[in-house]
T-cell receptor, first 115, second 113 residues
Framework: AQTVTQSQPEMSVQEAETVTLSCTYD???????LFWYKQPPSRQMILVIR??????QNATENRFSVNFQKAAKSFSLKISDSQLGDAAMYFC????????????FGQGTRLTINP | DVKVTQSSRYLVKRTGEKVFLECVQD?????MFWYRQDPGLGLRLIYF???????EKGDIPEGYSVSREKKERFSLILESASTNQTSMYLC????????????FGPGTRLTVL
């Protein structure tokens, strides 16, 4: 069974600075999807960014980018120019292309933005 | 925009009560999911459904059941609520044949006294 680990329960960063959230996963599959989801306080969870394992190029979405290291099974999220609205719980998730295609989530990292 | 709604944001129930949590999506998605979210544990899958009247157990199905009589609606049932089922419950939906993003509802925070 696949597992996802986020080893940083909490992180904080100064507004306008850059922060990196870590995620590692364990799988025996060669093809899969990885996601970062954001859950703002009292608001709905939304997708931040996704990466297909067969793509070597790291995904980017505006100020959000990932560092995908397939051999190391690492999938970190970098947030550049942090803004107050980035404060949230961030979840890393894995999805197999096979079977039920369910998401396996990490424990989450609570990100605080200091003004 | 895809919209996933849940019947209640906050719910307080007594031990032993039967509890229904409702989820509705408006985008004709085949797949629907129920998760519970607990601090330090992330989201854990309770049940999911890939079609009407079809359901499969997730990682923590004990104490729960589900119902999907219509494509847009997926209900989570706690047959006899217990205090260890106090949690945040999140519903999600996803298209079956295209796209791979799950869309989440706002969540229901359930407290069992």
């Amino acid at each position: 069974a696949q597992t996802v680990t986020q080893s940083q329960p909490e992180m904080s960063v100064q507004e306008a600075e850059t922060v990196t959230l870590s995620c590692t996963y364990d799988t025996s599959e060669s093809d899969y999807y990885l996601f970062w989801y954001k859950q703002p306080p009292s608001r709905q969870m939304i997708l931040v960014i996704r990466q297909e394992a067969y793509k070597q190029q790291n995904a980017t979405e505006n100020r959000f980018s990932v560092n995908f290291q397939k051999a190391a099974k690492s999938f970190s999220l970098k947030i550049s120019d942090s803004q107050l609205g980035d404060a949230a719980m961030y979840f890393c998730a894995y999805r197999s292309p096979q079977g039920a295609q369910k998401l396996v989530f990490g424990q989450g990292t609570r990100l605080t933005i200091n003004p | 925009d895809v919209k996933v709604t849940q019947s209640s944001r906050y719910l307080v129930k007594r031990t032993g009560e039967k509890v229904f949590l409702e989820c509705v999506q408006d985008m004709d998605h085949e797949n629907m999911f129920w998760y519970r979210q607990d601090p330090g544990l992330g989201l854990r899958l309770i049940y999911f459904s890939y079609d009407v009247k079809m359901k499969e157990k997730g990682d923590i199905p004990e104490g729960y059941s589900v119902s999907r009589e219509k494509k847009e609606r997926f209900s989570l049932i706690l047959e006899s609520a217990s205090t260890n089922q106090t949690s945040m419950y999140l519903c999600a939906s996803r298209p079956g044949t295209s796209g791979n993003e799950q869309f989440f509802g706002p969540g229901t925070r359930l407290t069992v006294l």
